[in-house]
């Protein structure tokens, strides 16, 4: 076998760091889906939660997204910024307002990891409003890039 066919430990040891990694930013994007779509208050605003965008969709609505994750080397510690995206649909700016207060309490709450930073954008088309929230979460890892869940 040639060299670029065997796997050395350490391409091996990345492969499971990232497949750990996927495997944790998974297990944190079912979590807030899930609190999204058990929170009441939430649902006085939005008739659906969705996690993927269906053909036909009944506004208002909310919609959970991944957008990327990026690996952040610190020193001799690892961690990984994860950004979750809602977008929410609605025709009323008040409904707009309170589902974009209800989403991002209901992520503050149940992230277990450390919120760098979440901000929103709203804007128009025709008659319905449009707001993505964003939301930038830490995944703090350990020394030698090993990634911990914190449950």
Request: glycine share 2%.
């Amino acid at each position: 076998m040639t060299p670029s066919v065997v796997p050395t430990n350490c391409n091996l040891r990345n492969r499971i760091c990232e497949m750990e990694k996927i495997q944790i930013i998974n297990e944190l994007y079912n979590s807030i889906y899930a609190a999204l779509k058990a929170n009441s208050d939430l649902k006085k605003y939005v008739t659906n939660i969705y996690d993927y965008l269906p053909k036909q969709v009944t506004i208002p609505y909310l919609r959970l997204r991944i957008v990327n994750y990026v690996n952040l080397h610190m020193l001799s510690n690892f961690a990984t910024k994860v950004r979750f995206s809602c977008d929410i649909y609605t025709y009323h700016i008040s409904s707009m307002l309170a589902a974009i207060k209800h989403a991002s309490l209901v992520v503050k709450s149940i992230s277990s990891e450390t919120i760098l930073e979440s901000n929103c954008a709203i804007n128009q088309h025709d008659e319905v409003l449009h707001s993505t929230i964003n939301f930038d979460i830490l995944i703090q890892g350990g020394s030698d890039e090993q990634i911990t869940a914190e449950n």
